[in-house]
Each structure stands twice: as C-alpha cells, then as structure tokens.
C-alpha cells in the first residue's frame, strides 16, 4: 500500500534529471518503492529541483543527488527529518503549486480540455453551461468569423476525428462545404459500440451543451441548417440529458431559428439506435437515420458528398465535437501547442480492466503509454506482471510490454499493429489468456456482424469455431496456419471497415503471442489458467491434510478418499474443473496446471 | 427572444451564483450522477440530500453533475463554498452524507477521512 508521495519539481535544464534518477534508484535499495509513489513534474522557470513530501507537508529545494539519497536514507526510511535542510527559502507560490499538484494527483499528467466542464456543471441547467463558456464560441463564429474561417481554424488546428481512423476534421468539413446544395446535413455520432469504452456516454451526461454547440458552428461552416444526433438507446441517462438540453435551448432562442438575434438558423433531433455494433459505421449510420436497416455501404460516394438521404453530410464523433469550440475560442495556435505534430490536442481514454485506478482520463498526445498505465493508472491491480494492453476494441490489437515507450499518436499506434479507436484500454495482466481474450473479441465481432457480405458474416464464425477448438485442446498447428490464412482473406474482402479489421484480435494475439498460441496447440497447456479444458487438477498428497472439505465442495463427486485416513484424489474424467475444491482448500494442496 | 448580450448576463449571474458568492446559499453540492455513478448508488444520496434540504431548510444547493471520471471511488460529493474552496467527499451512502452534513455544513469543518485526499486506500 502506499502511504507517502513525493512531489519532485525540476527545472528544464538537463541535468536535474539526474535527481529522479537517483531518487528511484534509492527507493528500490530501500525496498520503498511500492510505498512510496513518486510525481515528477517540470516547471519552466525553477533553476534548482525541489521536492514535497505528502502527507506531511515537508518541503526541500536545492536538492542534489546526495541530498536526495540522504533524504530518501533518514527522511523515508527512519521518519526523521532532515532539519538542517528543510524548507530553506522556499517561497509561498511554490509550495502553494505543490499543494494543489497533491490535491490533484489524479488528474496527474492529465489535460482536461474536452472534459473540463464534465463534474463541474449540472448538465440539466443551461445557465450553468453559459456561465463556463459554453455558446461563447458560436457568437464569436457568428459574429466575427466566415464560414471559410471558421473552417481554415479547424484545418490549421490539426484536430483529427476520435471516433478511430483519425481522418483530418477540416478536410471532411471544406469537402461537405464544396457541395453546391441547399440541403446539408450535420450528424453526431454517439453511437459507442466497443467494449469497454465509455468516454462518449460520460461527455454526454456531463456537459451535453458543448456537443449542441459544436454541431451548430458544423452547421455554419458548412451551410446547414439540421443536425441529428444517433445515440444508443443503451445510454438513458445520455439521452434523457440531450433531451433536456435541447429542450432548454429550443426556450432561450439557442436553437431554431434566429439564433441569438444574428440571422442564423439550426435545429437538432435525437436519433436512438437499437445498439448495433455496425451503425457506429458511418455509411451504416446514416442507412439507420434514414430507416432503413443498418447495414454498410461502399464507399465512395463519401458521405461529405452524398450522405443522409444523398444530400451532403458531416459525420463527426462526440469528442471529436467537443473540441470545437475550444479551438475556435483560444486558437488553434494553442490547440497546436498540445500533443504531437502529426496528433495535436487531448484524448480522452477510458482505462479498464486489471489496473488500480480505473476510470475516465483526458491526456495529451504524445504521452507514454507508460506513463498512462503507471503513473495515471498506477499499475497492475495486486502487484501482478502486466501482459498487455487492448486498445481500439474488436477493431484494434495488443500493445505488448516491449511497446510501452511509444507515444500515444493515431499513426504511432498504428504503426505497433494496434490502433487508437474510440479510447477505450483495456489493461490485461499475466493471468489472462491471450488466446481466450481473441475469443472474447471474435465472439463479439460474430455477434456484431450485419451479414451483408460473406467475409464477415462466414469468415468471422469459422475463425471463431477454430479459436474455440484452439481453447479446448484440440489445435493443430495447419489448423494455425489455415486461420491466419482466412484472417488474411477477411481482411482484403470484407465490405466496410469493421469486417477489415474484424480479425485484428486474433492476428494482433497471434504476432505478440505466438508462443503462447504453440503452447495451446503443442503442449496442450494454458499458462494463465484460463482455458478450462486444459486444465488439470491434482491434490498433492504430501500436503493433504485428509480434511475431506473439498470432497464435500466438489458438485460432481469427483474426490473421493477417507476423512483422516487416506489423501483425496480427483477423478479427472468426472473433473469438470470448476475451481470450487481450490477454493475451499485451506493448506493450498491443490494443484491447477 | 436571447441577444448576446442577454447571454453575457446569464453567464455573468450564473457564474456569481456557482461560485457561492450570490448569498442566498451557503454551499453547492455536486453529486456525481453519470451512468457510472448512478450504478453505484448516487441516486439515494442525491434523494436523501433534496430530503434532508426540504425537512430542515439548509441553505444548500443539491445539483446532479456528470461523471468526473474516478469510477473507483463513486459515489463521490464536491462540496463548493465561498472562496473556491471545494472538498471532495468520495464513495458516500447517505448515512455518510449525514455526517457531513452536520459536520461540513452546519460546524463547518472537514471530515478528512471522507475526503479523496484522506482515503488511506487512496492508491
């Protein structure tokens, strides 16, 4: 557990790195490295590092690598503070800003932009969205900007689409503008299908405002009059809120026609879906609006020409809007001055599975994936080895522990195999089975397949039939062979995007993983425990205590022996390996391999 | 119908009021009610709170917000006073929330150990 933090503030020069250097090193000397959790934070303008000790508020400055070694020796380790040092000169601004880091160690190497007002604002009063900004951004465009500016803003910010293909919003915007037609429309696509991932659902819940506004500059910049907005049906309380949201600016003269008294005209309607996977799919997306069923179609024509109901349209994804007007309100200059050239600007995750602090976290680009599963995530849950990270959904691939120095970027994921996708990380850890986890996936793509074409609708059950026969012990290595061979084919003949990347959980397992893969096949061996076929139980008879408790938790009779004569044995054709007889031993006797 | 300028005293008004400094009320208090925090159990302090504000007229504002993205500690209560200074109560029951408010609201202290900071668990 961890019971103190340390702040450490450096300078921009070079070698005060050396500071965290040591202090890391001698916390793992001293065996303090799991009780101590260390912040580092930069300060452009500080000439010597300082550091703050939490809870107790001890602050040092000029710290060297012998004071921070020293320090770690008598401070940490014996509690006793190191008085001819503390706090020397360190003025009140500083130890304020360490306080406040201390207060907001969560939100630590976070960058709140999309999410700012997300828990700070009732999402059920427009006067208090007004008051943090929300509108200010669509009077400046309709005051003092063209359509082609507020359209070159967006172009020069670099924001591109967080949806998952990171196509450039600027460029989708100017294609739609181009079109000669009365008629254009404006769609918000919050129709959040992956597992896991729930960044769109929490933005609209906390500040459904920002989306209404981002949809009405869309529809400036573009010359549109009607937007609509495709949620899940799944999110009630999303819905409810867009609802009410609406509603309000529909009173107050926000939405309809006229607004704000400058002659410019947008309404915006709800659109549910009936939660399939494939209306996420744009082309799929606008099918569904229109009424018919939800399936993809070939593109081109794209959708900025020849969309909703063949008019021209703009299909965005949620965060994606939420970033508008906060471009348009500081610049893009300032949007330029965050995350990476090629990947400017926030994202926002959603972290889950086997971690300490899961949740919702706003980042710059460019960040480590290190620093987003250690620092902000706090690593593993129960200390255990982490395997690997799932991002992008079914669409996306495994990020192994040799690639966790990669900058967070849509094309530097995409070059590790994986990809960005909506946002939602799902951290795995050592006792999770890869090849379960492709199983999981494909299971949920099988379900999710719209049948439109065969690729998909066959290819995907048949990968999974052969997944399945992998997990139960059945494998082959041509079986291997043959179904990389068809992941290939489904790959290069799949209609739309999600049946292109509809084998990626395998493929994507089956390159990081591959040993683990032969041990299934060859060894006939789940090293995580997970594959239940594979699994074998055996009471160690040196260590069995001849209680008889597992043979009475045991639901199919499988144990048998006498209470205080003979050990228990496990019958491993009645086995049906259910874990209960592991559970209920007290002396640990009882082996799974 | 709304001019710009009749936005600009809506948020002008609105942010007074937010910020606790308008004196009709003494604290704003935020309850984290996303899907998220809802699933684990926002409701019934948010219920309990509009309750114990109607029984005995505390000059409170009880608001809904969304989800501040620490689903590992919801149900979690910012408390807003004058000053900006905000106190953030986390994993509440209303059995909680009664201590806090009689303790945060009516003394007008801190319970630390059911702060974010305080939490020892607090990884």
């Not at chain 1, 390996?577 to 009882?590: E, H, P, S, W, Y």
Request: aromatic share 8%; hydrophobic share 40%; net charge negative.
């Amino acid at each position: 557990m961890l019971e103190q933090r340390i702040h450490l503030a450096l300078g921009s020069s070079s070698n005060q790195e050396a500071v965290l250097h040591q202090l890391n090193a001698s916390l793992k000397k001293n065996r303090l490295d799991d009780r101590i959790q260390v912040y580092c934070h930069t300060l452009h303008d500080l000439q010597k590092p300082a550091c703050g000790i939490y809870p107790e508020r001890i602050f040092y400055e000029n710290i060297n690598e012998n004071l921070m070694r020293l320090l770690v020796e008598v401070q940490l380790l014996n509690k006793t503070p190191l008085e001819q040092f503390q706090q020397l000169k360190l003025d009140q601004s500083l130890i304020e800003r360490f306080d406040q880091w201390d207060k907001d160690r969560f939100f630590y190497k976070q960058t709140r932009i999309v999410l700012k007002n997300a828990g700070k604002i009732n999402p059920e009063d427009i006067q208090e969205a007004i008051a943090m900004d929300a509108y200010q951004a669509l009077v400046k465009a309709l005051t003092s900007m063209t359509p082609q500016d507020v359209l070159d803003e967006i172009t020069l910010s670099g924001l591109r689409g967080r949806g998952g293909g990171g196509f450039p919003t600027g460029r989708k915007w100017q294609v739609a503008h181009d079109q000669i037609n009365d008629v254009k429309y404006v769609i918000c696509n919050a129709d959040e299908g992956d597992p896991g991932a729930f960044m769109d659902r929490s933005l609209l819940e906390g500040d459904p405002h920002a989306i209404l506004e981002a949809m009405m500059i869309a529809g400036y910049a573009i010359g549109s009059k009607h937007g609509y907005i495709y949620v899940r049906a799944e999110y009630p309380v999303a819905v409810k809120r867009l609802e009410i949201a609406i509603h309000q600016a529909e009173n107050i003269g926000l939405l309809g026609n006229n607004i704000l008294n400058l002659g410019f005209d947008f309404s915006i309607e709800i659109r549910l879906g009936a939660g399939a996977f494939v209306c996420g799919e744009e082309t799929a997306l606008i099918a569904s609006i229109e009424g018919q069923r939800g399936t993809p179609n070939p593109k081109p024509p794209y959708p900025s020409v020849q969309g909703l109901w063949g008019k021209p349209t703009i299909i965005n994804n949620v965060e994606t809007l939420a970033n508008i007007p906060q471009i348009l309100l500081k610049g893009h200059k300032w949007f330029r001055t965050m995350g990476t050239p090629s990947s400017p600007g926030t994202k926002v995750f959603a972290l889950g599975g086997k971690i300490k602090q899961t949740g919702l976290i706003e980042v710059e680009m460019g960040l480590s994936l290190k620093e987003v599963i250690y620092d902000i995530g706090q690593g593993c849950e129960h200390n255990k080895k982490f395997k690997a990270m799932q991002t992008g959904g079914p669409s996306g691939g495994c990020i192994t522990r040799e690639d966790l120095d990669t900058a967070l970027g849509f094309d530097e994921l995409i070059q590790l195999g994986s990809m960005m996708g909506s946002g939602g990380m799902i951290v795995l850890d050592e006792d999770n089975c890869m090849v379960d986890v492709a199983r999981f996936y494909l299971d949920f793509i099988v379900e999710e397949s719209c049948g439109k074409c065969t690729p998909c609708r066959i290819g995907t059950k048949r990968l999974l039939e052969m997944l399945n026969k992998v997990t139960q012990g059945e494998g082959t290595l041509e079986l291997l062979d043959e179904m990389e061979a068809l992941a290939q084919y489904i790959k290069t003949s799949s209609l739309c995007g999600l049946g292109q990347t509809a084998p990626n959980p395998f493929l994507s397992t089956y390159h990081h993983f591959k040993d683990e893969y032969m041990r299934h096949v060859v060894d006939k061996k789940c090293d995580a425990k997970v594959c239940k076929a594979l699994l074998e139980y055996t009471i160690q008879a040196d260590l069995c205590k001849k209680c008889g408790l597992c043979a009475r938790a045991c639901p199919t009779y499988a144990i048998s022996g006498t209470v205080g004569r003979d050990p228990f044995t496990i019958d491993p054709n009645l086995c049906i390996r259910c874990g209960a007889c592991v559970l209920t031993c007290k002396f640990d006797a009882i082996k799974r391999q | 119908m709304l001019d710009v300028k009749q936005l600009n005293t809506i948020k002008a008004t609105t942010l007074q009021k937010m910020r606790v400094e308008d004196g009709q009320i003494t604290h704003r208090i935020l309850i984290g009610m996303g899907t998220c925090g809802i699933a684990a159990g926002a409701q019934a302090v948010y219920d309990f709170l509009i309750e114990m504000k109607d029984v005995y007229q505390y000059p409170i504002d009880v608001l809904p917000t969304g989800c501040l993205g620490m689903c590992m500690f919801e149900p979690m209560v910012e408390v807003v006073e004058a000053n900006d200074k905000h106190t953030m109560y986390i994993k509440m029951d209303p059995l909680k929330m009664k201590e806090i408010l009689h303790h945060h609201i009516k003394e007008g202290y801190t319970l630390y150990a059911y702060t974010l900071q305080g939490a020892k668990d607090n990884a």
